[in-house]
C-alpha cells in the first residue's frame, strides 16, 4: 500500500470507532506549539555569558553548536523546514542581537536588540514568546534575584522584567499573535534556609512592581514558573509550586507549569484540568524529565500523551499555551529540536483522534471494565498512517526519511563549525 491507500484505510478504521480524521488533522494544522530557541545552543545566548547558574545544566558536548546569531537562526530555520505546521518561536532574553561591539546590560534591552527574531519569525509566518533571563549573570547574587534582600539587586531585575514586557510588547505587535512572556527565576538556597517567607514576599513585590509598569493584556500573557529545586537549590526554592500559583492566580496572570518541575511521581498532566477549573489560560513548558529536571528531549511517552489529552478532552487547545523546554547537548541539537516538536504534535493528534466523549460517558456510566479495554485498544490504532499524511500534506518528510535531511545538514554545516 501506498501513503495515501494508508491513510484512506487508517480514516475508515477511525470513522468505525466514531473518529473522524479530517477534523483531527484540521485541528491539529491550526495548533501552535511555541518552539525555545535555546536547545541550539546549549542557552548560552549571544552575550558570552559564561556557566548556567540559576539551578540548570545542560550536558554533553555534541560538535557543531551554533555560535552566533546567525548559526542559531540556520539552525532554527533547519528545524521549523521538519517541522510540520506554523508555529511560535520562544525567545530568551540573553539572545538579544546588538550592534557590533555593543555590550547590552540586561536592564536596558530594547526592542530593537530582538528586530532580527523579529524577520526571522515574520518569514516563517510565526509568533514570538520570550523570557526574561534572570540567571547565569553577575547581578544573579548568592543564588537570589528578584528575591534578594538587597533592593539594589531586585531593582536591577525589576527593570530587566520591564524591559521584557516591553519587548514583548513589540513582538505581539510586530507578529499579530499575542506573546507569551515568562517568569522563571532559580532563586534559592543549596541549604536549609533560616527564613523561607522573606524572599518569597520580596519575590512576590518585585513581580508586582514590574507588571505595575502596565501593558496591554490583550498582547502580553506575562506567566510565572513553578520549581521544586534546581542543581545547587536543593534545600529551597523561592518561586515553589504553590508560590507561583497562588501568586498567577491572585494577580490575574497566567501559572505556567513545566513538567520537569516536581516531585517524580507527580504528573502534570493532572494538574491541567485542576488548574483550568480556575484559570483561564494556563501555561505549559513540555520536557521529559529522567528521575530529575534533567530536560531531556520530548519522547512520545505516556505522560506526553497523557498531558496532551488533557488539554484536547477539556476542550482547552485556546486556553493552554504550548511550548518546548528541554536542553540536549549530547545529541545532534538540531534534531532534538526536530524530535520534541514532532513528538508533542504526535501526542496531540494521538488525542485528537481518541473518541473522548464516548470514553468520558462510559467514566460516567461506571463501566470501568469496558473503559479500560477500550482505551487499551485505541493505543493499536493507525495513528502513525494519519502523521504520515499530516507530513505529507505539510510537505514535510514523514518517518524516518527526514533524518537523512538532518545528515546532509550535520556533514554540510554543523560539521564545518569547528
Ligand atoms: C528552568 C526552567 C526555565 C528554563 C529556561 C531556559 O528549570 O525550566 O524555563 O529552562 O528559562
Ligand atoms: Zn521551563
Known amino acids: 500500500m501506498n501513503q495515501n491507500e494508508r491513510y484512506l484505510s487508517a480514516k475508515e478504521m477511525y470513522a468505525k470507532i466514531g473518529v473522524d480524521t479530517e477534523a483531527a488533522l484540521a485541528k491539529l494544522q ?3 506549539i511555541s518552539m525555545h530557541c535555546w536547545q541550539a545552543d546549549d542557552v548560552h545566548g549571544f552575550e558570552g555569558m559564561g556557566a548556567l547558574t540559576g539551578g540548570i545544566q545542560t550536558t554533553g558536548n555534541y560538535p557543531g553548536i551554533a555560535r552566533n546569531p546567525e548559526e542559531v537562526f540556520a539552525d532554527l530555520d533547519k528545524a521549523l523546514s521538519l517541522i510540520p505546521g506554523t508555529h511560535k518561536i520562544n525567545v530568551h532574553a540573553n539572545y538579544a542581537i546588538g550592534e557590533p561591539g555593543e555590550v547590552i546590560e540586561r536592564d536596558k534591552l530594547e526592542p530593537r536588540h530582538f528586530a532580527k ?3 526571522l519569525a515574520k518569514k516563517h509566518g510565526c509568533g514570538l ?3 526574561p533571563t534572570i540567571f547565569s549573570h553577575p547581578m544573579a547574587k548568592d543564588g537570589m534575584t528578584l528575591s534578594h534582600p538587597d533592593k539594589e539587586v531586585r531593582d536591577y531585575w525589576v527593570r530587566h522584567t520591564i524591559a521584557c514586557i516591553r519587548i514583548s510588547e513589540y513582538f505581539a505587535t510586530e507578529t499579530g499573535y499575542p506573546c507569551v512572556m515568562n517568569i522563571w527565576t532559580g532563586d534559592g538556597t543549596k541549604d536549609i534556609p533560616a527564613d523561607r517567607m522573606g524572599p518569597r514576599a520580596r519575590y512576590a513585590d518585585s513581580i508586582d512592581r514590574a507588571l505595575a509598569c502596565g501593558y496591554d493584556k490583550s498582547k502580553v500573557y506575562v506567566t510565572v514558573e513553578s520549581k521544586v529545586f534546581g542543581i545547587g537549590v536543593e534545600a529551597y526554592t523561592v518561586g515553589s509550586g504553590e508560590f ?3 501568586y498567577a492566580i491572585s494577580r490575574g496572570i ?3 507549569m513545566d513538567n520537569g518541575h516536581y516531585h517524580p511521581t507527580e504528573v502534570v498532566s493532572d494538574k491541567i484540568p485542576a488548574l483550568l477549573c480556575f484559570s483561564d489560560k494556563i501555561a505549559l513548558h513540555i520536557t521529559r524529565p529522567i528521575r530529575w529536571d534533567s530536560d531531556h528531549v520530548v519522547a512520545f511517552d ?8 488533557e488539554v484536547v478532552r477539556c476542550d482547552a487547545l485556546d486556553r493552554v499555551f504550548l511550548s518546548t523546554d528541554y536542553f540536549d547537548a549530547s545529541i545532534n541539537r538540531v534534531s532534538a529540536l526536530i524530535i520534541g516538536m514532532r513528538n508533542v504534535q ?3 493528534l494521538n488525542a485528537l483522534l481518541t473518541p473522548n466523549e464516548d470514553l468520558k460517558a462510559l467514566q460516567d456510566a461506571g463501566n ?3 473503559l479500560f479495554a477500550l482505551q487499551e485498544e485505541y493505543k493499536l490504532m493507525p495513528l502513525g498512517d494519519v502523521w504520515a499524511e499530516f507530513c505529507v500534506r505539510n510537505n514535510v518528510c514523514p518517518c524516518n526519511d527526514w533524518y537523512k535531511e538532518i545528515e546532509k545538514y550535520e556533514d554540510e554545516v554543523l560539521s564545518k563549525r569547528v
Not at 302 to 309: A, L, Q, S, V
Open 129 to 131: 514568546d520570550f523570557n
Open 302 to 309: 505516556d505522560e506526553t500523551r497523557e498531558m496532551m489529552k
Open 244 to 246: 507561583s500559583l497562588c
Open 254 to 256: 497566567t501559572p505556567l
Open 30 to 32: 491550526n495548533i501552535r
Open 368 to 370: 470501568y471494565s469496558r
Open 117 to 119: 527574531w523579529v524577520e
Open 346 to 348: 504526535k501526542a496531540l
